[in-house]
């Protein structure tokens, strides 16, 4: 990889847009269809642990991918996360993890900062341990030799509804955001992690103005059935609309 950081963030878009979902949506191919010919079951889902959606962090398919691991929703929403994924054995927090900073800078302005801690990773880290405890889980922190890249590259966000699918399960997917929360929290959490997500994969920390009409940010949504994809693309399309066509809804139905 190269040493500068925007040769490097050009080489992995190039990468990114030369995989077969990418591609096949840049030619306008429809998304059911790509699904239905690169989806493999094989891979199922059985998570294990809880991560942040970040694309950096390393996806394996044993895991839930949640803003922060849940650091920006309520404590009833975390109970609702727990109560779907029974499973769960382990909590992560991540290097430079942006919702992170964005829950210590919300407990800055409110003044709910523990005493003694002084960062957004230490806040976190905190944070973690607290839901470890509660839960019975162990912690796991996420350090920067074991991001799939040091730069955000996102091309997208894969947005489960079913909690059914990772995106380990579709053959020649890019390098996205992961996001299990549609398939537990309220829908207006949903769009606002969305949102935030959409915001860091279109600002100068991701991909930015290499993101256009033509080679656009995809938000991916698995859903159970048509009547939830309709839903889905519906209020997505909405919460998005202020970035024209280079942000582009994709719904799909996962495949039994
Ligand atoms: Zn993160």
Redesign the pocket.
């Known amino acids: 990889m190269s040493e500068n950081p925007h040769e490097a963030v050009d080489q992995l878009f190039k990468k990114n847009q030369s995989t077969e979902v990418i591609s096949r949506l840049n030619h306008g191919e429809n998304i059911q269809d790509i699904i239905n010919t690169e989806f493999n079951p094989e891979q199922n889902f059985s998570p294990e642990e809880i991560e ?3 694309g950096r ?1 390393p996806h394996h398919g044993k895991e839930i991918s949640v ?3 849940g650091i920006l929703l309520s404590e009833e929403e975390f109970d609702m996360m727990m109560k779907k994924y029974p499973d769960i054995k382990v909590i992560t ?2 290097a ?5 900073k964005l829950a210590f800078a919300n407990a800055q302005k409110n003044e709910t900062v523990p005493p003694g801690i002084t960062t957004a990773e230490e806040f976190a880290a905190d944070w973690a341990k607290k839901m470890a405890a509660k839960y019975n889980l162990s912690y796991r922190h996420i350090g920067v030799d074991e991001f799939v890249a040091p730069y955000h590259h996102e091309q997208g966000i894969m947005v489960d509804t079913t909690g059914k699918i990772h995106q380990k399960m579709v053959n020649g997917m890019s390098n996205m955001f992961a996001s299990h929360t549609a398939s537990f929290a309220h829908p207006d959490n949903v769009i606002a992690e969305v949102q935030v997500l959409t915001n860091i994969g279109l600002g100068d920390h991701g991909l930015g103005q290499r993101i256009t009409d033509e080679k656009p940010f995809y938000i991916m949504v698995a859903c159970a059935d048509t009547q939830k994809a309709e839903q889905m693309h519906e209020a997505f399309s909405t919460a998005l609309k202020d970035h024209g066509d280079n942000v582009q809804i994709k719904t799909f139905v996962v495949p039994n």
Not at 96 to 100: I, L, P
């Open positions: 942040c959606s970040d962090c803003a922060g691991s927090t991540h430079d993890c942006g919702a992170g």
